[in-house]
């Protein structure tokens, strides 16, 4: 691990103990290593968090999104591991998926305090969103742990049918989306594989039976409301726990904007995931 800025390095077999700064890492993956900034918080940190971050699956970086995922992991005292994936067209699903699923798989030989396994979760905004659910679904079928999902205003119907895209000048543009929909799915939107299938979007399984608790955030202005809400819903459906806010006059991409009342998605987001991974450590140490 090499160090990004003061701080106290990561060790590799434990969780850390706050003192903020941030590394960069190479996790090993499926195809070569997968670049992430690890985002540290000031405090003894209650969980971990992958994040996938926005870009339209075409563009965005962890360092993009450094002064947000930094942020981030201050807010919800929490280690935030920014995964640098792949990015379409030239990589298109499942190597965006696959990159995040690898981050977790090493988040995991990490994440424990005191004997006692830390909480989990992945998330991401926008693109990322999209693919932090296809991750938690992922995680779900191979049976491995994740204790929460966040995502921020993800688009997830390639289509782009909810009534919230039609009539809207805001960006994301439903035809624009549908563009970048194709470059990401590629030729292969579901992928088989022998021990879990993946999906480019979740609406594409067939059940969302035992995935985790999601935790979820849109504009009333956004394009993707239609999505997310219809999202929510489907997952109440199937027995998930859901945590929706939906922040009235905001549109979409506001995960990255700067500190104050305009970041209050981040702000929300942030403090329902603590409120979750505090429960969840006080639960595993009773």
């Not at 292969?188 to 969302?208: A, E, G, I, N």
């Amino acid at each position: 691990m090499t160090q990004g800025h003061p701080g106290g390095r990561t060790p590799d077999r434990a969780m850390p103990v706050g003192g903020g700064g941030w590394e960069t890492v190479e996790i090993a993956g499926a195809d070569g290593p997968v670049p992430a900034r690890v985002h540290m918080p000031r405090r003894t940190p209650v969980g971990w968090l992958v994040w996938a971050h926005g870009g339209s699956w075409h563009g965005g970086s962890a360092k993009g999104w450094h002064h947000a995922t930094a942020e981030f992991a201050q807010l919800a005292e929490c280690v935030v591991v920014s995964v640098d994936y792949r990015l379409a067209p030239h990589h298109s699903h499942p190597a965006p998926v696959d990159d995040v699923l690898a981050a977790l798989a090493w988040v995991r030989g990490r994440a424990e305090q005191d004997g006692t396994p830390a909480p989990i979760a992945v998330g991401g905004d926008s693109a990322g969103g999209t693919i932090a659910a296809a991750a938690a679904l992922a995680a779900r079928d191979g049976g491995e742990r994740l204790d929460a999902q966040v995502l921020a205003y993800p688009p997830l119907d390639p289509e782009c049918r909810a009534e919230s895209y039609r009539g809207s000048d805001a960006f994301p543009g439903a035809e624009w989306l549908r563009a970048s929909w194709r470059g990401y799915r590629g030729s292969s939107p579901t992928v088989v594989r022998r021990d879990r299938t993946l999906h480019s979007t979740p609406l594409d399984t067939d059940h969302l039976t035992g995935v985790a608790t999601a935790i979820l955030a849109v504009g009333a202005d956004d394009p993707v409301l239609g999505d997310v809400t219809g999202y929510a819903r489907l997952l109440r459906t199937w027995g998930a726990a859901v945590d929706l806010h939906v922040l009235p006059a905001t549109g979409h991409g506001v995960f990255l904007a700067p500190s104050g009342s305009v970041a209050r998605l981040r702000s929300r987001l942030a403090a329902a995931l603590h409120a979750l991974f505090a429960g969840s450590a006080e639960g595993a140490h009773r």
